[in-house]
């Protein structure tokens, strides 16, 4: 019986197992947002963050804009100005609401964005219960799940700046474990000189900015199997490690002068204690948990105080397979560029990374707002040195 089971398994069409999974994402989407009052939908404390709407419309904008009016000769726009304020940075596609703004958008409300989620969802589901699904809209609603997914995890970390920076500092909601006990034991793992092949080069989705697989030569070197814990960053801090002009870098040194940085965001002291703000609530830092919200100027600061340094994003994916990660997005010394060969998408979906590929800085690893299956070894990420509302962390290098 179970190999009947199997067999008609396998037997189903490529289309129906996409619709399954398009089903599961959509509505872990909106699970993120259950335990929000409505007024938390709204919110945008800077001008990093969304609002918890804006994630809900601009996904689904994502399948209607690339997917429905590309693949759908029948298709006709929801609400034509909905591609103007939920356009997140496509120019091809046209204008779009300025992004420090959108908090400012009450309208349409939360329910109407709902609504025309549901509008979408149906017109993809008829799509995708089409036994004559083309290729090229299959692989595009692929792209669309993934860009969905990165979006549940800035829903998670923008929910986390909005309840976060109030004056009541209020739970989510669910029981989030934001660290996870580690495993490995605290060693250096060698890094032997030599030629490595790094980029994602096989079967299944990446984005188009893990390849083309390549190859890279590396020079001796040792990463630490662990992530650095709060109870070694306190040191740092105690040493006065904010105030020495010598373990920063120009721009680092900058941005904590000019912004009175002196801990990891969401820290504050009290009594002579150090509290952080958590999904769960306000908590004293727990000195073995990996410290969090760490900017790139932060990691490299305290990896100098140490007299380290951080991996190289190459180094990185080269020794992954000997240790664990996924807790924390781990800065690497790796500005973000193109790997050789590399030729970003035609069209308006060329846009969704090439065009990012200067003055960042490549992280590795994913995160525990990652959603589960989304990362991988080649996995890059990126944001600006000063930014630190992701659920960013340390791995030193030798």
Known sequence: MKNITRARREMRPPSLELHKDYLRIRK????????????????QPMADVSPPKWHLAHTSWFFEEFVLLEFVESYRVFH??????????????????????????????????????DAVDRAMTALLSSAALPDAAGHRVSLGLHHEQQHQELLVTDIKNILGTQPLQPAYGPSIRESLLEPDEDRWIDIPEGSYEIGHGGHGFSFDNEGPRHKVYLQNGRIRSTLVRNREFLEFMADGGYED?????????????????????????????????????????????????????????????????????????????????????????????????????EG???????????????LRGGSVATPRGHARATYRNFFYPHQRWQYTGIRLAR
């Open 28 to 43: 872990e989407t909106e699970s993120r947002c259950n335990p929000l009052a409505i007024e938390d939908h709204v919110a």
């Open 80 to 117: 034509e100005k909905y591609r103007y304020l939920f356009n997140s940075y496509y120019e091809a596609v046209g204008p779009r609401h300025n992004r420090p703004r959108r908090g400012t958008a009450t309208r349409p409300t939360v329910d109407e964005v709902y609504v025309y989620r």
């Open 245 to 345: 002009f010598r373990h920063w870098l120009s721009d680092g040194w900058t941005w904590v002068q000019a912004n009175g940085i002196d801990a990891p965001l969401y820290w504050r002291k009290v009594d002579g204690e150090w509290l952080e703000y958590t999904l769960n609530g306000v908590a004293p830092v727990d000195p073995e948990a990996p410290v969090l919200h760490v900017s790139f100027y932060e990691a490299a600061a305290f990896a100098s105080w140490l007299g380290l340094r951080l991996p190289s994003e190459q180094e990185w994916e080269t020794a992954q397979p000997a240790f664990s990660h996924g807790q924390r997005w781990e800065w690497t010394q790796s500005a973000y560029g193109p790997y050789p060969g590399y030729q970003p998408l």
């Open 348 to 362: 308006a979906i060329g846009e969704y990374n090439g065009k990012f590929m200067a003055n960042q800085m490549v």
